[in-house]
């Protein structure tokens, strides 16, 4: 019987490039079909077909309050009456400035965008600008959105297709960015040494979300720091994924490092298109209009989206917030490891925070985008369809990370884990 999804999904690939406006939703590196969303609510979604899963995906990583809160409706309804945008300043876009401020310590100023993407490459232009170099350094296994210059062996869904290079990104775009193993300083020193004087931003997730949840080996952020510090280089931490993600104040909060610029996304519009990026007076007051460094956006800092960002940050300025993220984040791994240990099935499991990463690996540590790929990619696959079919709605790849909202509470966790327990046996 053809569900509605499959339906969907074959009118939409007639009129959208693989059926959807972002490659990894299209399910092509786990096979099948995608389910096509009806509702979120909480930490449920509901496809067209009415069938509901658990969301661990949270669309990969904004919705860290779930689905629907009513305070972020609420917030988003009062907003679109006022109007959807105008193109003007707004006091809203201050407060936002002034929340991200107040919680990243490297941050004094900021400028909104509306993506991701956008914040990385505007960053990395105004590091360009402030140290007068051209070279960036960014690492294998890492996503920073899709600006040419960073689709070079990028992580995410770039990764999940096995297409390292996108073809369409220019050779002098991929020339002027050099890249190397994440968690290996011994690496970037040894390129340093030859070519410091050339790098102008050195580009680094401090947490890595795109080949799984991989952490940064101890000392390996701030040997970033004193590598960029050495040779002039900027360090740029992109926190898109783990701003308001792994910490309040993001991972330069936790791992208690200050870059030059950071950028951020995702949490902050709630849901609704947002990217930022911030970091000193200095380096911001180089942005047009203050300075000659352009970037501009028609829709940047537009009142819904704002609205949105502030009422999800508002809701994580609650005491304990975080701690119930990171338990409950800690108490659904456990989970899951006890299970495939029983399972006698070999994992690595791990989370910051509220992201996590799971990876089918004898292997005792997996620290950088060969570690993943080594891994068993088609064990993961049979995993993911598994705790799909039980209702349990990972992200489908094994180059993504997941992540715990606080619509999570402990008797979905214990859900999630018993289903864990079944599809184990099928692994
Ligand atoms: P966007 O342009 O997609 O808003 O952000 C790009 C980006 C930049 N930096 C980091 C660390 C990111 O994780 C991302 C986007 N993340 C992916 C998920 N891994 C977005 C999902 C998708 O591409 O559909």
Redesign the pocket.
Known sequence: MTTRSEEMFRDACEVIPGGVN?P??AFKSVGGTPPFIQEGRGAWLTDVDGKRYVDYVGS?GPLIVGHAHPVVVEAIGKAAEKGCSFGAPTPGETVLARKIIARFPSIEMVRLVN???EA?MSAIRLARAATGRDVIIKFEGC???HADGLLVSAG??AATFGVPTSPGTTRAAARDTLVLPYNDLTALDGLLAQRGNEIAAVVV?PVA??MGCVLPKSGYLEGLRQACDRVGALLIF?E??TGFRVDRGGAQTLYGIRPDLT?L?KIIGGGLPV?AYGGSRELMGRIAPAGPVYQAGTLSGNPLAVAAGMATLELLEEAGVYETLAARSEKLMDGVAEVMRSAGIPCLVNHVGSMFGLFFTEAKVVENFSDVSACDIGRFNRWFHGMLQEGIYLAPSAF?AGFVSLAHDEALIEQTIAAAARVARLL
Request: aromatic content about 8%; glycine content about 26%; hydrophobic content about 20%.
């Open positions: 972002s990894v939703r990969w993506s991701g993407t990385v996503y920073h959105g995410s869904g997730e979300g795109n992109d898109v994924m950028t996304g990217g993504e």
